[in-house]
């Protein structure tokens, strides 16, 4: 999508409305993406774009909620999920919203290289548990420091509550699809996932937009594409950052390899596709201009963040449980000392903490990104390490059950 021409200062109230603590926290990211001057036309378009949503998702979305059954344009669910499943062919006399979404979703960009998107997706799935670290605590959490899109997740009931962890373990489910071995080809778990997001988030968007509950003159589309672009940079430069301070030795190609992985999802999100990015130099410019955009929490973020760190004493976890859930909420805390500082704790309302948590993992990913990545049976071993704790991790969250991201009404 290339800028509309939009006049100058017709954006949304949210936009630039807290500078000073903006560019506080922007600071490190400064530092890392070498910024000299502030780019004023990307802030600008920053700032449109909090405005413009995924049209071909849109449109589909507006298809999906026709009500006259007999409307050769309506889009039913079971055609979705036919067509998600099984392609496009399978659906008899496709409606016109549901042909055009798949033949842009099925047509693999050339810029897209699958051998550099497994080797993507292994390395990552090497990095284990230090992944959900810096995801929930750098990222996820993180992100609740501004105001906007967590108070979206408090309108759908997302994540507060009873339904913070539930919630929370389908987007563990979803990223885990994802760097799944095949995981995005066509018919692989990651691909199929991530366009199921993609349609969810437009019909959360086409809900959202007519029944008048958001307000989009304070904060922009409930789901639009600056926020879309803002969450695609925390999956990519944003994790290699936070792996990286968790003391996960990087290469250039491997940092690579997994910008090159969540630059084809971002693309199957429908993220603009001159938001996504190649290098982290890039995207960390990008998330940089991002922040400075971004207002202050609401009560919004303090209430996801306490559901989150609270959530820890709820899990199953076999023996011991009531112990391990403490040890786990203590680790938690400890470990957003350490990426968000003092200020980012009572900016979320949480208590303080020392980060005792993190030198023990910072030594462990010295060695295992240092020496047992070196050979073919050290990277099994990390693999064998990340599935366990996979399983272990869904089955605390979910027992017996299977998640579903988002199950699609029948």
Not at 20 to 25: A, F, L, P
Not at 125 to 137: I, T
Not at 205 to 210: A, K, L, Q
Not at 376 to 404: C, D, V, W
């Amino acid at each position: 999508m290339s800028p509309s021409g939009s006049v100058p200062g017709d954006y949304p109230a949210r936009f630039r409305s807290a500078p000073e603590r903006s560019h506080r926290i922007a600071r490190p990211l400064r530092r890392v993406a070498r910024v000299k001057t502030d780019d004023e036309e990307l802030l600008h378009e920053i700032g449109r774009r909090l405005r413009t949503r995924d049209e071909l998702g849109a449109q589909l979305a507006r298809a999906m909620r026709i009500r006259d059954r007999d409307d050769p344009e309506r889009v039913t669910f079971a055609q979705l999920r036919q067509a998600l499943h099984h392609g496009i062919g399978a659906v008899d006399d496709p409606p016109p919203a549901l042909a055009r979404f798949f033949a842009v979703v099925d047509a693999v960009p050339e810029w897209v290289d699958f051998d550099r998107v497994e080797r993507g997706a292994r390395i990552m799935r090497e990095m284990g548990r230090s992944v959900d670290d810096v995801m929930l605590q750098l990222a996820l959490i993180g992100g609740y420091r501004f105001g906007g899109p967590p108070d979206l997740l408090v309108a759908t009931g997302g994540l507060v509550g009873a339904t913070a962890m539930r919630r929370l373990g389908e987007t563990q489910k979803w990223a885990l699809s994802v760097l799944e071995p095949n995981g995005m080809r066509r018919t692989g778990a990651g691909f199929v996932a991530t366009v199921h997001v993609r349609v969810m988030h437009a019909l959360v968007n086409h809900e959202f937009e007519t029944n008048g509950r958001w307000d989009a003159d304070r904060w922009g589309l409930p789901i639009n594409q600056t926020d879309a672009s803002a969450t695609l940079g925390l999956f990519n430069s944003t994790l290699l950052l936070g792996i990286r301070a968790l003391g996960w030795i990087v290469t250039a190609d491997q940092s690579r390899a997994v910008m090159h992985l969540w630059k084809y999802v971002g693309w199957l999100m429908g993220v603009d596709e001159d938001w996504l990015f190649d290098t982290e130099q890039e995207q960390n410019r990008h998330n940089y201009h991002l922040v400075l955009v971004q207002a202050e929490p609401t009560s919004a973020g303090p209430a996801l963040a306490r559901a989150l760190v609270e959530g820890q004493l709820t899990r199953d976890r076999g023996r011991l449980t009531v112990l391990r859930n403490r040890y786990e909420r203590a680790r938690l805390l400890s470990m957003l000392r350490y990426f968000l500082g003092a200020q980012g704790l009572r900016d979320l309302g949480l208590p303080s903490a020392v980060p005792w948590a993190v030198p023990p993992i910072v030594a462990a990913n010295l060695v295992r990104s240092g020496l047992l990545v070196r050979t073919a049976a050290g990277r099994r071993y990390l693999e064998r390490a990340s599935r366990r704790f996979a399983r272990r991790n869904q089955r605390a969250m979910f027992g017996a059950a299977t998640p579903e991201v988002g199950a699609l009404p029948s």
